[in-house]
């Protein structure tokens, strides 16, 4: 069942479109792989699925309650560099959407988000300031938080960027269980071709002078696109 | 000590300023933190002086300063939220631009109807004598409506304060709490300018939320932090200002800043 229809979407910044015409569909429980080139559109496409971003023409179709159960990673975030914060704070933030009218937090989120800190292998500096960590400590930081927010749909922008190839591996793991045991859908942007091809089940490519490749898989590996793309990966 | 301390409370407009300037303070602080994190806190500055230009023209028409300006200055919150928001360079100087207008207009206005009487120095620089009974009964009222929005909504605030786009995308209605926090700082400013004055009333929602960010590693302690150091920043200003017999909203100014100071000797003495 369709839960994203995106028909004939086109963006364009000051007159530079940057998605034309894109027309795709997400069902429920696929794990769709968004590739591309630096500056080829990935995260504004993101930002229109998620409302952040109005396109200039074409329509994007979801169920209204999906909103609600949406996890999302941005690429770069603009939190500040001083932003005094603890771990489990951001983490539990990530309950937002689900306070439902509530006001505060109950145990159960407070205990969800404690697991979601074991499984990132964070638990540890749960009361560290989010403002010292590294890079890719503060990367699982947040994604914990998405994982937290979602219980349907996970959108991540680059969520491998910063982490070092254990913890891409464990991050690969996790979205595979959240995916097939859980039944989330996943939509990520990604730049490590070759897993990403082959942990989704579609891939979304887009290419130059807004030209794009939508199919499974399978079929984005015969295709022109992943012919050049992978074959170019696998020669290195 | 003690006959100091009953002498000042055996007066009832400072047993007033001491009630009110302590709700107001507890206000501006939790209300600081979110705004100083969000680069907001330029916006306060320009609030108190729209609120100066409002409560000039109530004077020269005789009307009731208060009802007066919070809904103007509700009004410019909003406004200058929506000009920062399109774009922050010109945000920056748009709120110059409104804020010495205001204040143009309002000395203008009050020059030509009334003359330039102690009523304006009082406006621009605060005094604690100028509250009427109404004006304190409104005044406690509204600043605890203020502290309780912000304790029931603290976990939003702080969601939005930390990452707004997180936020929105997650379908929390941003530009609404947004407007929120415009409203309450609209209504805290309008409250603490009587006492602490329009130049500087901005201080209180500055100055406690920096101090605590010198030390707290956490939102919740940041936020709890400000506040306790807000309201006795103020009582101390207030009454050291009742012993020196020196103008209230500096006192307490002064009394923030050296507080802000300490923070700052401890921050270092902690790094090194
Ligand atoms: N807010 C904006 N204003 C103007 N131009 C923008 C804006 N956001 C993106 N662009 C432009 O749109 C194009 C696509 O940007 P986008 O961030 O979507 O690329 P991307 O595919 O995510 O790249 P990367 O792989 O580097 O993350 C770029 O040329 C960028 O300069
Ligand atoms: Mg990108």
Redesign the pocket.
């Known amino acids: 069942m369709n839960i994203i229809i995106c028909e004939n979407l086109s ?1 364009a ?2 007159k ?1 479109p ?2 034309k015409d894109l027309s795709f569909t997400v069902d429920e429980g696929d794990y769709l792989c968004i590739v ?12 229109c699925l998620l409302g952040l ?1 109005a396109p200039d023409t074409g329509h994007i179709v979801t169920e209204k309650s999906l909103f609600n159960h949406i996890g999302y990673l941005p ?1 770069q975030t603009t939190i500040q560099k001083d932003f005094p914060a603890t771990v489990f704070e951001v983490v539990l933030s990530g309950f937002l959407n689900d306070l439902n009218g509530r006001l505060f937090y109950t145990k159960a989120h407070k205990e969800k988000a404690k697991e979601m800190l074991s499984l990132f292998g964070i638990s540890d500096i749960k009361n560290k300031s989010y403002r010292t960590l590294s890079g890719g400590q503060q990367q699982r930081v947040l994604l914990a938080r998405a994982m937290c927010s979602t219980k349907r749909l996970l959108l991540l ?2 969520p491998e960027a910063g982490l070092d190839p254990l913890a891409v591996r464990d991050l690969y793991a996790t979205l595979r269980k959240l995916n097939r045991e859980h039944g989330i859908t996943i939509i990520m ?1 990604s ?1 490590s071709l070759n897993e990403a091809v082959r942990e989704a089940n579609k891939v979304l490519h ?1 290419g130059e002078d807004c030209s794009f490749f939508f199919g499974t898989s399978k079929e984005y590996e015969k295709s022109e696109f992943g012919k050049r793309f992978l074959g170019g990966q696998k020669n290195d | 000590m003690t006959d100091i301390f009953n002498a000042f409370l055996s007066y009832s407009f400072l047993r007033n300023a001491l009630i009110v300037g302590t709700l107001v303070s507890l206000c501006c602080a939790l209300l600081g933190v979110s705004l100083v994190l969000k680069r907001y806190s330029m916006i306060g500055d320009g609030l108190s002086h729209v609120g100066f230009g409002a409560m000039s023209i109530a004077l020269a028409l005789n009307l009731a300063p208060l009802y007066v300006a919070i809904p103007v200055v509700i009004i410019s919150a909003f406004l200058l939220l929506k000009i920062n928001e399109k774009s922050r360079l010109f945000g920056d100087s748009a709120i110059a631009l409104i804020s010495t207008s205001s204040v143009a207009i309002g000395v203008m206005i009050v020059s030509m109807t009334k003359g330039m009487t102690t009523d304006i120095s009082n406006y621009m620089f605060g005094s604690i004598l100028v509250m009427t009974k109404a004006d304190v009964i409104l005044s406690i009222v509204l600043s605890l409506l203020v502290l309780v929005l912000f304790v029931l909504f603290y976990n939003r605030i702080f969601a939005i304060t930390f990452d707004e786009s997180f936020a929105k995308a997650t379908g929390t209605n941003t530009n609404l709490f947004n407007s929120f926090i415009a409203i309450l700082t609209a209504i805290t400013i309008v409250l603490g300018m009587r006492m602490m004055g329009a130049m500087l009333i901005s201080s209180l929602i500055i100055f406690p939320a920096l101090s605590s960010l010198k030390v707290c590693k956490s939102f919740g302690a940041v936020i709890v932090l400000s506040a306790v150091i807000s309201a006795i920043s103020f009582i101390c200003g207030l009454f050291m200002s009742f012993t020196l017999d020196s103008p209230t909203g500096a006192t307490v100014v002064v009394s923030n800043l050296v507080v802000y100071l300490l923070f700052c000797l401890i921050a270092k003495i902690r790094k090194n």
């Open positions: 963006v910044f000051s530079t940057v998605l591309g080139e630096n500056g080829s559109g990935k995260s504004t496409l993101i930002k971003i690429q922008d680059e942007v730049h887009l």
